[in-house]
C-alpha cells in the first residue's frame, strides 16, 4: 500500500504568547493512503487546522516526523512541499485578478505564457467557472471565490489536497452542492485530499475514510461505517450522530457475545469488540436511536420468537414529532431513558402511543456494541 | 427625508461649510498667485501690468539648477525614508507584544514634542566645522582637519530625513498592521520563496502605505525652506528659500508667485502618481 501522507507521533506545543504550552496536536499518527478523501473532524479547537498546517509546512512539529510520499518533511519549506492549501477563507490575492491568483503558482514552478494559460483556463473550467478570469475576489461571491481558491490549488497538481473547512462560509444549500461537487472532482483528478471540518455530516458523506479528533489528540481512524456502527468510545459515539448510552454491568461473555445486567431481572446480550479491555464491570452500550423499534406492551411482537433480539419494556416519557420522525423517550430497566426514532412514513400502520403508557423497545443483536467507560 | 442616506441635492449641504473654506483660504489666493505670476515686478517688489513671462523664463533659466536641486534633494529624501522606515515599520509591526509595539511608535514620534526649529538648530552644532561629529572624528584622529559638513547640501539632506521620517514610517506601519500573514502563507504554499513572496504579495498589498510615506515625505521636502536655510548654506538653497526671499522686504512678489506656481505643479505631479498607483489600487480591493 502505498501511503502518501504519514504523521508519526506528531506533537505541537504552542509556546509564545500569554498562554505558555498549549499542546495543539497531542501525539497523533496517521496513515493516509493514495488517491484517498481523509476528513479530519472534530471540535473547534481540537487540532485539525494545526495538523494540516504542519502537514503544509507552515508549522514545525515539535516531536514526531511527518513524511510525504516516505520523504522527511523536516528541512522542506512549504514552497518545496508537493501540497497545495485550499484556505479556510480561501485567502486569495486581493491585488491580482482571478486568472493572475491561478497563474500566481504556476509562475512559481516557471511556467508562463500561453501554456500556463491553458492550465490556468483548464482549471478553471474544471470548476466551471471560466467566465470570471479577469475578475478581482473581492467582486465574486463566497462560493466563487471558493472554487477559485480550489482552482488556484489544483491547478498545481500537487500529490495531495489540503482543505481547511473550504465550505464553512457557504449556506446550507451551496454546501450541498460543493460537497457533491468536490467530492466528483477528487474522483476526477485523482488526487489525495485531506480534508478538515467540524461538520460529522460533511465527514460522512464525503470520505473515505475519518479520523476524529479530541483535544489534540486522534481518537478514532475508520470508514464513516466504521465510526458510526463502531464508536470505540463515548466521545466519538457522541460527537458522530445521536447515540443513547445505556449503563450496566458486564457479567459474563462468550463467543463474541456479552451479557450485560441492566437491572435485577434485565440482562441484554451486546456485541463484544475483539480484544475489549474488560471481562467485567461497569459498561456502557450505545445505540442509534434509529435502531431501535418500539411497539406497545402486550402486542404479540413479529420478532418474539427471533434470537438475537432484545426486547425490553419501558414506559413512554415523551414523543415529539419532528417532520421526518417522531422521537420518543422511553425509561427502560435499570434508570434508563432512550430516544427511539421512528420514522413518519404512510404505508405501514402506524401506532398512536400515549404518554406514560408501556412499551416495548427491541433492538438486534448487530445494532450493539459496548464501551468500557 | 434621511440625511444619513441622502444622495439629492441636500447632501450637498453638509459640505457647504468646507467649500466655503477651501473657496476662500485656498482657491483664492491661488488663483492670485497664478495672476500675480504673469505680471511684472513694480516698485518695492509688488506686481503690476504689463503681462509678462519674464518670471517663468528666469524660473526655468537660470533658477533651474535650485528647482532641480529641490526636486533631488526631495527624491533623495523620500527614498533613504523608505528604505529606513519600510524595514523598521515591518520590525515594529509584527512584534507580537503590542507594549513593545507602541514603545517604538513613541520613540518614533518623541522629536515631535520639541519645536522643529530647535531641533533643526541642533543639527547646526552636530554638524558644524567645530561642532559634535568633527570633534569626534578629530580626536580620534580619523580626520586631520575639520570636515565640512554644515552648509552643503548633504546637511539640508540629513535635516530633511530627520525631519520627516516620522512620516514615512507610521503609514508604512499602518499598511504592514493591516495586512493579514495568511497571504504569506498562500503565497508559500504555491510555491513562492521569501524574496518573491515579498516583492509579489507582501509588498503590493503595503503599496497604499508606501505611497502615502512618500507623499507625505516627498511634498514637504521639496518646500522646504526652513531647513535649507539652517542648514543649506548656498549650496543647499533650496525653491523654498528662494521663494520666501521674493516675498521678503525688496523681493520680486511676481517671480517668487511663478516659482510657487511651478513648485506646486511639481507637488501636483507626484499627488497625480500618488492617486493613480495608491488609491486605485485600494479601490480596486
Ligand atoms: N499560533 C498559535 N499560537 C498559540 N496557540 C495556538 C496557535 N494556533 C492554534 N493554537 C491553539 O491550538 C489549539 C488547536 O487549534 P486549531 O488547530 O486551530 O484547532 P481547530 O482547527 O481544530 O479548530 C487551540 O487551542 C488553539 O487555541
Ligand atoms: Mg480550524
Not at chain 1, 450496566?248 to 441484554?268: K, P
Request: glycine content about 8%; charged content about 20%.
Amino acid at each position: 500500500m502505498a501511503y502518501d501522507i504519514r504523521l508519526k507521533n506528531v506533537v505541537k506545543v504552542f509556546s509564545s504568547g500569554k498562554h505558555k504550552g498549549v499542546v495543539a496536536v497531542d501525539n497523533v499518527s496517521l496513515d493516509i493512503e493514495d488517491g484517498e478523501f481523509f476528513a479530519l473532524l472534530g471540535p473547534s479547537g481540537c487540532g485539525k487546522t494545526t495538523t494540516l498546517r504542519m502537514i503544509a509546512g507552515f508549522e514545525q512539529p515539535t516531536e514526531g516526523s511527518i513524511l510525504i510520499r516516505d520523504e522527511p518533511m523536516e528541512h522542506v519549506p512549504p514552497f518545496h512541499r508537493p501540497v497545495n492549501t485550499v484556505f479556510q477563507d480561501y485567502a486569495l490575492f486581493p491585488h491580482m485578478t482571478v486568472l493572475q491568483n491561478i497563474m500566481f503558482g504556476l509562475k512559481m514552478e516557471g511556467l508562463s505564457g500561453d501554456a500556463a494559460k491553458q492550465r490556468a483556463y483548464e482549471a478553471l473550467e474544471l470548476v466551471r467557472l471560466p467566465e470570471v478570469a479577469n475578475r478581482r475576489p473581492s467582486q465574486m461571491s463566497g462560493g466563487q471565490q471558493q472554487r477559485v481558491a480550489l482552482a488556484r490549488a489544483l491547478v498545481k497538481r500537487p500529490a495531495v489536497l489540503l482543505l481547511d473547512e473550504p465550505l464553512g462560509a457557504l449556506d446550507l444549500k451551496l454546501r450541498k452542492q460543493m460537497q457533491y461537487e468536490l467530492k466528483s472532482m477528487q474522483q476526477q483528478v485523482g488526487i489525495t485530499f485531506i480534508y478538515v471540518t467540524h461538520d460529522q455530516e460533511e465527514a460522512m458523506t464525503m470520505a473515505d475514510r475519518i479520523a476524529v479528533m479530541s483535544e489534540g489528540r486522534v481518537l478514532q481512524v475508520g470508514s464513516p461505517r466504521d465510526i458510526y456502527e463502531q464508536p470505540q468510545s463515548r466521545f466519538v459515539a457522541d460527537f458522530i450522530g445521536e447515540t443513547n448510552f445505556i449503563s450496566g454491568t458486564l457479567e459474563s461473555h462468550d463467543n463474541g457475545v456479552g451479557h450485560v445486567r441492566l437491572a435485577q431481572d434485565t440482562v441484554v446480550d451486546v456485541q463484544m469488540p475483539k480484544n475489549f479491555s474488560l471481562s467485567s464491570g461497569a459498561v456502557t452500550i450505545p445505540i442509534r436511536p434509529e435502531r431501535i423499534g418500539l411497539l406497545p406492551n402486550g402486542n404479540d411482537s413479529p420478532f418474539h420468537n427471533m434470537e438475537d433480539i432484545t426486547i425490553l419494556t419501558g414506559h413512554l416519557l415523551d414523543s415529539q414529532y419532528i417532520g421526518t420522525d417522531t422521537r420518543y423517550t422511553v425509561k427502560i430497566p435499570g434508570d434508563n431513558e432512550i430516544v427511539v426514532r421512528i420514522q413518519n412514513v404512510d404505508y405501514l400502520e402506524t401506532v398512536d402511543f400515549e404518554i406514560g403508557q408501556e412499551v416495548q423497545v427491541f433492538w438486534s443483536l448487530k445494532s450493539t456494541h459496548v464501551l468500557d467507560h | 427625508m434621511n440625511w444619513f442616506k441622502s444622495q439629492d441635492g441636500r447632501g450637498f449641504l453638509l459640505a457647504l461649510p468646507a467649500i466655503f473654506w477651501l473657496g476662500v483660504f485656498f482657491i483664492l489666493p491661488l488663483f492670485t498667485i497664478v495672476v500675480i505670476s504673469f505680471m511684472s515686478r513694480g516698485a518695492g517688489g509688488v506686481a503690476e501690468l504689463p503681462y509678462t513671462l519674464a518670471h517663468y523664463d528666469r524660473t526655468f533659466g537660470v533658477f533651474s539648477v535650485i528647482l532641480i536641486r529641490s526636486i533631488r534633494i526631495a527624491s533623495i529624501t523620500t527614498i533613504v525614508c523608505l528604505f529606513i522606515g519600510y524595514p523598521l515599520a515591518f520590525f515594529i509591526s509584527t512584534r507580537k507584544n503590542r507594549n513593545f509595539q507602541n514603545l517604538c511608535l513613541f520613540f518614533i514620534i518623541l522629536p515631535f514634542w520639541t519645536n522643529f526649529l530647535v531641533r533643526t538648530y541642533a543639527w547646526r552644532i552636530l554638524l558644524g566645522d567645530a561642532g559634535t561629529i568633527n570633534a569626534i572624528l578629530l580626536s580620534w584622529g580619523w580626520i586631520e582637519e575639520p570636515l565640512r559638513l554644515l552648509n552643503t547640501e548633504f546637511a539640508v539632506l540629513v535635516g530633511l530625513i530627520y525631519g520627516f521620517f516620522p512620516f514615512m514610517v507610521l503609514p508604512i506601519y499602518a499598511s504592514i498592521e493591516r495586512f493579514d500573514f495568511k497571504f504569506v502563507d498562500a503565497a508559500h504554499d504555491l510555491g513562492a520563496n521569501d524574496w518573491t513572496t515579498f516583492w509579489r504579495v507582501v509588498f503590493p498589498m503595503t503599496l497604499p502605505g508606501v505611497l502615502a510615506g512618500s507623499a507625505l515625505v516627498f511634498i514637504p521636502s521639496v518646500g522646504a525652506f526652513i531647513t535649507p536655510d539652517l542648514l543649506g548654506g548656498t549650496r543647499g538653497l533650496m525653491i523654498g528659500n528662494l521663494i520666501s526671499r521674493q516675498f521678503g522686504g525688496s523681493g520680486n512678489m511676481p517671480l517668487g508667485s511663478a516659482l510657487s506656481v511651478v513648485m506646486m505643479a511639481v507637488v501636483l505631479l507626484t499627488l497625480l502618481v500618488y492617486v493613480r498607483f495608491g488609491i486605485n489600487r485600494e479601490g480596486d480591493d
